[in-house]
């Protein structure tokens, strides 16, 4: 194959004789090379075929990202597709652009927490291993050792690529505004290690998603069980009217009373 751009020492542009144009990959598949030069097979360890509405962006990155972040993002993707996770080739496009700037910002002394670290560690559970494993991989290959909370936002692009985006960012804001609220109201931390408190979250997630996809639990007659688990705690009504008034302002949906005893439920396992 010949060359046809050449991106970096590391990156190369060809055409394969049945007419495709290609990104070679490699260490030194583009060095001293210009267009028209013979490509060396042997240098060549990743081939990618790229959708032209991905294309722009992606030779982008292979000009300015180098290959160490490039074959990170590549394990990081391996990786996360052996834990089960269903992921296309073009999540690759967003984890060398994510690994690269993470990067930058953390060179530059650039702090961004990510507020959800919590929520997506107990909602994404698989995702937010692969973002831990990821951070050990780009120090391994890059040489940095990124921040741990750089393992959330990892976890959320696998979670948004492997589902919907919107409901995943939805459902995270969901869970997190419900928690805090939680917290506020009750004047506790949560341990996110302990079981009850997972199953809340997880609980929240689940109520998230059919909100989301507009499926709504029968409102059976629960009217005694609903005013004794509000009597339980004195913080209880508070804290269900509270939740019921962000859910409706934020997200356009009103809580049945079934959904509010199963909140109520999961509260209780929490704090009596």
């Not at 597709?81 to 296309?88: F, I, M, Q, T």
Request: with cysteine; glycine share 6%.
């Amino acid at each position: 194959m010949e060359a046809v751009k050449v991106y970096n020492n590391n990156a190369v542009s060809a055409v394969q004789p049945d007419g495709r144009e290609v990104i070679l990959v490699g260490s030194g598949v583009g060095f001293a090379k210009k267009p028209g030069d013979t490509i060396d097979e042997r240098k060549i360890e990743k081939t990618y075929y790229i959708q032209s509405e991905f294309q722009t962006k992606f030779l982008q990155l292979m000009k300015d990202a180098g290959p160490d972040a490039i074959r990170a993002a590549e394990d990081i993707l391996k990786y996360a597709r052996g834990k089960g996770l269903e992921l296309k080739d073009q999540l690759l496009v967003s984890l060398i652009d994510h690994i690269c700037f993470a990067i930058e910002r953390y060179e530059q002394g650039i702090d961004l927490p990510y507020l959800m670290l919590a929520e997506t560690r107990l909602l994404y559970p698989r995702e937010f291993e692969a973002g831990r494993w990821a951070l050990d991989q780009i120090e391994l290959r890059c040489g940095v050792r990124l921040p741990d909370y750089e393992a959330g936002y990892i976890a959320l692009q696998l979670a948004s690529a492997s589902m919907n985006r919107e409901m995943t960012y939805n459902t995270l804001k969901l869970t997190k505004g419900c928690m805090d609220i939680i917290r506020d109201t009750y004047g506790v931390e949560l341990d996110p290690d302990q079981i009850d408190t997972v199953r809340l979250t997880t609980h929240l997630k689940f109520l998230a998603q059919r909100i989301f996809q507009q499926v709504q639990w029968t409102d059976d007659d629960m009217e005694g069980l609903h005013e004794m688990l509000l009597k339980k705690h004195k913080q209880n009504r508070k804290c269900m009217e509270r939740l019921k008034e962000y859910i409706r302002d934020n997200f356009d949906y009103t809580l049945n009373a079934q959904e509010e005893v199963y909140l109520l439920v999961h509260l209780s396992k929490i704090f009596y």
